[in-house]
């Protein structure tokens, strides 16, 4: 656990900035949002004990501003371009959303829980005053990491979709062809049996 120097805090703020006003230049309200979060996120964000390799905080978009559909056409990987499925899902989150644009902190990115099922991991995880990641925190990391699906796929387990009776965590994930897509459909108790090299993100509550 460490605390990070307020000017590398910074650095990285501006970092975020700069490539969502590049790639997502049609939604400038959400990022004058989020730049007019600034304050209150180096200070929080300077206070906290960082888990290691952790990222200290990350913003995120709301679907109001920018859906699914749009942010996987950003996920750029071995020069092709992510997109989901013209299907629709309805996504369950399990606990209360910001309608506005936000900041997630203390990111661990999936490398600490690879391979392993997200059922029973919420006590864990609550224990220790964290939670799992929503699709579009997910995205988001797959968005500002531009090498983390080399890595690893990404389980969005705090959300769920339905399939039938069964609870289905949604997947970002590298297709066979080398494009970047969400798998909405894996049961949560097949998410290790079905996908190889899974990460479960997380972040503080």
């Known amino acids: 656990m460490s605390h990070i120097p307020k000017e590398r805090l910074n650095d990285l703020f501006k ?10 230049g049609k939604m400038p309200q959400a990022v004058e949002i989020l730049k007019s979060k600034k304050k ?7 206070s906290i004990n960082m888990g290691f390799a952790h990222v200290p905080f990350l913003p995120v978009v709301s679907e109001n501003y920018y859906s699914i ?13 992510g997109y989901v499925l013209p299907t629709y899902v309805e996504v369950f989150h399990s606990f209360e959303i910001p309608v506005e644009p936000y900041y997630i902190f203390d990111v661990e990115t999936g490398s600490a829980l690879i391979n392993r099922s997200p059922l029973g991991l919420e006590n864990l995880l609550e224990e220790h005053g964290r939670r799992f990641l929503l699709i579009t925190e997910a995205i988001a990391i797959a968005f500002h990491d531009r090498n983390i699906l080399e890595r690893h796929s990404l389980a969005a387990a705090g959300c769920y979709t339905k399939d ?22 894996v049961k949560t108790a097949e998410v290790v049996s079905t996908y190889k090299n899974i990460g479960l993100p997380s972040c503080s509550k």
């Open 15 to 24: 970092e975020q900035i700069k490539r969502l006003e590049e790639c997502c």
């Open 69 to 81: 559909y749009e942010w996987m056409r950003q996920i750029f990987f071995k020069n092709q371009w």
């Open 164 to 185: 039938v009776n069964f609870r289905c965590v949604p997947i970002i994930h590298v297709r066979k062809d080398n494009v970047a897509t969400i798998d909405w459909g």
């Open 40 to 46: 209150q996120v180096l200070e929080k964000a300077e």
